[in-house]
């Protein structure tokens, strides 16, 4: 098996070692200098190039792109006509009509088509999956996210588009549906019209909610997903690396409100690292000709939740429904 990568800049050069690592590494395309000679250094036995033309016209059996969010749908859908199955750091696009169209091009072309989303190959959280699913919470009630820190502040997306997207994929896979309602609200006080903070707000059926806090305006770094049941409660604390289990709930006696505190128990998880797992994972999807966890579909979803929160956000917080045709095609069967 022989990978591209197409991109060696912040996040690029992660998945370069790790490729390399994996032995499927052949080429690393990228027009800058310095990445060039980063991607020499990680992996120097490699072709590293500076033209997209160079990996569309070479042997490789796949190509994953870390450049710019603004130039994901454009390379995604030239690596896909020249036949390759195509790997696609987050968002899959900038819009749900990209999306689409990527995800058309990859069914055309009998092709593995897969997006970035990192954290859903956490080990922590896909031991809380198993916790939620084993129904040792109780019912699903509420979740909440923040993923805070001090830059990196982009200038091509929002603070919405660079970090939310982690979190809506984690609660789509949890809630198991799209939201019904979508709202957003925030600030932008770095760069004019290019939001630095942002809260959004998911409503699922059955009553179940979420709500998501992403800034890089923030004085310390913060990565936090709390799930709460009707029986007990969950956090995972990224930074910290702890996934605990709450014995805590709040009881009805005698028509009061009663909270009950019991004791945390911390989970052990494996150590591995995620982005290790989803690359492993893009591999056994080439290999198996199975879609992978966040195959395109999955980045679709999460286009989706994101465009209902951008018109939000651009409408000052006024709330979003999902009608009948935002969901057209767009099945939450297998979420």
Known sequence: MNIAVVG??????????????????KIVCDDSDDSRARARQLAPDVRVCARMTEVLDSSVDAVAIATPAETHCELALKALEAGKDVFVEKPLALTYAEGSALIG????????????????????????REIIQSGALGSLQYMYSTRVSLGKIRREENILWSFAPHDIAIMLRLAGSLPWQVSACGG?????????????????????RAHIHVSWLHPFKEQRLIVIGSRRMASFDDVAKELVLY???????????????????????????PLRAECQ??????????????????????????ELAQRSLEGNGMPVMLTGEDTTNLSTADV
Not at 12 to 24: A, E, Q, S, T
């Open 247 to 273: 014995d805590q709930r709040v009881e009805i006696h005698e028509g009061e409100p009663v909270p009950i505190r019991g004791s945390g128990e911390h989970i052990s998880f494996a150590e591995d690292e």
């Open 8 to 25: 060696c800049g912040y996040w690029g050069r992660h998945l370069v070692r790790n490729f390399y690592d994996l032995g499927v590494l």
């Open 105 to 128: 091009a990859a069914r055309t072309a009998g092709r593995i088509l897969m997006v970035g989303h990192v954290l859903e190959y956490h080990p922590a959280i896909q031991r809380l």
């Open 281 to 306: 994972a893009f591999i056994d999807a080439i290999t198996t000709r199975t879609p992978p966890l966040t195959d395109g579909m999955t980045g679709l979803r999460v286009l989706k939740v994101l």
């Open 188 to 208: 932008h006080y770095v760069q004019p019209n290019i939001a630095d903070v942002t809260v959004t707000n998911l409503f699922f059926k059955e009553g179940v």
